[in-house]
């Protein structure tokens, strides 16, 4: 019977420690003692997730005190990870510099990895760069490329990304107008209001009230003013002052200068 609950106690000890090692498969910002406790041991075995963790944890002075230099240290043992967000991740810090020395070549490495494994972020900031030909050649065909990838499976800064280009840069109006709906459908505001802005350009008021309508009650200030705006002009229905001026007031509370010099001249 002792025997029987030793083995028990050392399969409970190895199922538990798959659990710990599974369980840290994620990205946090806020650790405990304990949780940094059973980071250092996962990330002294190779667990890269552990080791990005640990890393952002020094970075941030969490629970740990501020060591710019163990940072780094983790940051690029996390480096060599297989696992596309962790790469995404490291080639955000080699773009933007910092921790890790601001290194494009090296961001776009880690980039081009990663999105070559289907991870949409990377694809989308790939895409970025050779929209500008940084540490690229400037390529429209291959940002179009790689932001439809990450398009296509429902990212909506690709979608939104790619509906300005072909807004902009190569006027495809239904295509603009595809991948607007697409990104409006998933909730992004910024679509409902660029097609908010279409559909009153054709003078379809009732559809881009609609738009507006529905961005402004996710506190997207330039689709609040123009609800307020809608309503001064009676553009949708009666004109309603009131109605207006309450707009008005939300986005000029949510930021708008627009709306905020509205008030002061209407005062």
């Known amino acids: 019977m002792i025997l029987l609950n030793l083995l028990r106690?050392?399969?409970?000890?190895?199922?538990?420690?798959?659990?710990?090692?599974?369980?840290?498969?994620?990205?946090?910002?806020?650790?405990?003692?304990?949780?940094?406790?059973?980071?250092?041991?996962?990330?002294?075995?190779?667990?890269?997730?552990?080791?990005?963790n640990l890393a952002f944890a020094y970075q941030n002075g969490n629970v740990v005190e501020k060591d710019l230099t163990l940072?780094?240290?983790?940051?690029?043992?996390?480096?060599?990870?297989?696992?596309t967000k962790i790469r995404y991740k490291i080639g955000r810090l080699y773009e933007t510099g910092g921790v890790l020395e601001k290194n494009i070549n090296k961001a776009i490495s880690?980039?081009?990895?990663?999105?070559e494994h289907e991870e949409p972020l990377s694809q989308n900031n790939l895409a970025l760069l050779y929209l500008n030909g940084n540490g690229v050649t400037k390529s429209i065909t291959k940002a179009v490329e790689w932001l439809s990838k990450a398009?296509?499976?429902?990212?909506?800064?690709a979608q939104i990304n790619l509906a300005l280009i072909y807004q902009n840069i190569l006027p495809d109006k239904e295509k603009a107008l595809f991948w607007f709906d697409k990104a409006a459908q998933l909730g992004s505001v910024e679509a409902q209001y660029?097609?908010?802005?279409?559909?009153?350009?054709?003078?379809?008021?009732?559809?881009?009230?609609?738009?507006?309508l529905k961005a402004a009650e996710k506190d997207?200030?330039?689709?609040?003013?123009?609800?307020?705006?809608?309503?001064?002009?009676?553009?949708?229905?009666?004109?309603?002052?009131?109605?207006?001026?309450?707009?008005?007031?939300?986005?000029?509370?949510?930021?708008?200068?627009?709306?905020?010099?509205?008030l002061n001249i209407k005062k």
């Not at 043992?77 to 696992?83: L, N, R």
């Not at 880690?110 to 999105?115: G, K, N, P």
Request: charged share 25%; net charge positive.
């Open 110 to 115: 880690h980039y081009i990895y990663a999105a």
């Open 220 to 262: 997207h200030n330039d689709s609040q003013l123009m609800v307020a705006l809608f309503y001064a002009k009676g553009l949708h229905t009666k004109k309603d002052r009131e109605m207006a001026r309450q707009w008005l007031k939300i986005a000029a509370e949510n930021g708008n200068s627009r709306a905020r010099k509205m």
């Open 9 to 52: 106690n050392r399969v409970y000890l190895f199922l538990f420690s798959i659990v710990l090692l599974s369980s840290h498969n994620v990205f946090a910002e806020t650790f405990t003692t304990e949780q940094l406790a059973t980071l250092k041991e996962q990330a002294e075995i190779g667990d890269t997730y552990s080791q990005y």
């Open 194 to 212: 660029q097609l908010g802005q279409y559909f009153q350009s054709i003078r379809d008021f009732n559809k881009a009230y609609a738009y507006y």
């Open 151 to 157: 398009a296509d499976k429902d990212f909506v800064k």
């Open 71 to 83: 940072a780094k240290y983790w940051y690029l043992k996390a480096a060599k990870s297989p696992h």
